[in-house]
């Protein structure tokens, strides 16, 4: 086995090991305290998006439910992976659930990051998805348009036609990456 297959081999390993920690970032419940914490984060980081991002205020009207991830986990060396927690909120505010978000990528990557990701969900049939998935993978089921400041500067009912708006932002630590990313959503169970 050469140089670049042990280096391959490790990646993928090193990927799969952080991504079996970051589905204990929550596993498959959340504790009632754990839910406050991560309601207050998910709160305190949409609020940042809409301070630093007209094209997030612009939406807000017109969503059915908003998925707040306030802390992604990223980190790679050929083979990588990310996971974090979040929560889903209403128009109006009010939690609807909480939720996992995992991806592993692959390709020419080295370094670690943390970042904000928030999915504006537009559609009832988006939000009907989601709920009625076992897990749903980014790349299959609604469509899902990646928010930048590349976008066109007017949000408008022709643009609206995807049933998913992302906005990715706060990103902090270094990653060079030229990969191939896919993420999957996963519904926590929570404490009553």
Not at 39 to 46: C, D, I, V
Not at 120 to 126: H, I, K, N, S, Y
Not at 138 to 150: A, R, W
Request: proline share 3%.
């Amino acid at each position: 086995m050469n140089t670049k297959n042990v280096a391959v081999w490790l990646g993928l390993f090193a990927a799969v090991l952080f991504l079996n920690s970051c589905a204990g970032l929550g596993g498959s419940a959340l504790s009632k305290s754990s839910q406050e914490d991560l309601m207050k984060r998910g709160r305190a980081s949409l609020n940042h998006l809409y301070d630093t991002s007209p094209k997030a205020r612009e939406l807000r009207p017109q969503v059915k439910s908003i998925l707040v991830f306030p802390d992604i986990i990223k980190a790679g060396l050929f083979v990588g992976g990310s996971g974090g927690n979040g929560v889903m909120f209403s128009p109006n505010g009010r939690v609807l659930g909480y939720y996992n978000i995992t991806g592993l990528s692959y390709g020419l990557q080295l370094g670690a990051e943390n970042y904000s990701q928030a999915m504006f969900l537009v559609t009832d049939e988006a939000v009907q998805y989601l709920n009625d998935s076992a897990g749903w993978s980014i790349g299959t089921g609604p469509h899902v348009v990646v928010v930048d400041e590349g976008m066109g500067k007017d949000l408008s009912s022709t643009t609206l036609r995807p049933d998913v708006f992302s906005f990715v932002y706060g990103q902090k630590g270094l990653m060079g990456a030229l990969a191939i990313q896919g993420q999957k959503i996963t519904k926590l169970e929570h404490a009553k």
